[in-house]
């Protein structure tokens, strides 16, 4: 079920998933490519700060899987991020 959207995504929002953490599986999949569209998504010029910042907040919200642009994915500045996120995730408590 999507409930949020970019568009329409407040702090009240965040903090009511944020708090369902240990009841529910939770996961974020982004609208678009952070390496493509930075700014569209942390508020930041650079594609590894808004990637960073970006999984941040799902790893905060207790998500146990984040969706990840195959662009993404592929794009080798993104590796080490990604690494770093994917080592975090296996230690999320369901």
Not at 4 to 11: D, E, R, S
Not at 21 to 49: C, E, H, Q, R, W
Not at 88 to 94: Q, S
Request: charged share 15%.
């Amino acid at each position: 079920m999507n409930l949020l959207t970019h568009a329409t995504l407040t702090l009240a929002d965040y903090n009511v998933v944020k708090g369902c953490g240990a009841k529910v599986v939770i996961g974020f999949l982004l609208s678009t490519s952070t390496m493509l569209n930075p700014p569209d998504l942390a508020g930041v010029t650079g594609g590894v700060t808004a990637q960073q910042e970006s999984r941040q907040n799902g790893i905060d919200a207790h998500a146990q899987f984040l969706e990840v642009a195959e662009v993404d994915v592929l794009n080798p500045t993104a590796q080490d991020v990604l690494a770093t996120i994917a080592s975090e995730l296996a230690y999320v408590m369901p």
